[in-house]
Nanobody, 125 residues
Framework: VQLVESGGGLVQAGDSLRLSCAGSGRTLSTYNMAWFRQAPGKEREFVAALRWSGDSTNYADSVKGRFTVSRDNAKNTVYLQMSSLKSEDTAVYYC???????????????????WGQGTQVTVSS
């Protein structure tokens, strides 16, 4: 499967933004999906994840209550709805896919096999 992110941009603090991750080559419905982000000079960090079945999610504490991950299998796309954005949310956002068992995922970067190219999100304060 190939992943392509879109929807990034420059927004102001407090604004909302929705990122999309479109899959091609294979259906994403059998993959556990996640969003990671990497700010300049920092390690890539986990943001949110969604079980292949859509019935379970996981969020980093820093985004809980502000970000929502979802999927539309008909469009073969996963979304990250971001609200109440803060300057510290500024980063390149990547979507990733894995077929490892959801129950055993620790949401570490090396658990995900397929990555998109990333989309830049910049939040001005």
């Amino acid at each position: 499967v190939q992943l392509v992110e879109s929807g990034g941009g420059l927004v102001q603090a407090g604004d909302s933004l929705r990122l999309s991750c479109a899959g091609s080559g294979r259906t994403l419905s059998t993959y556990n999906m996640a969003w990671f982000r990497q700010a300049p000079g920092k390690e890539r960090e986990f943001v949110a994840a969604l079980r292949w079945s859509g019935d379970s999610t996981n969020y980093a504490d820093s985004v809980k209550g502000r970000f929502t991950v979802s999927r539309d299998n008909a469009k073969n796309t996963v979304y990250l709805q971001m609200s109440s954005l803060k300057s510290e949310d500024t980063a390149v956002y990547y979507c990733a896919a894995t077929r490892r068992l959801w129950e055993f995922l620790l949401q570490r970067r090396n658990e995900y096999d397929t990555w998109g190219q990333g989309t830049q999100v910049t939040v001005s304060s």
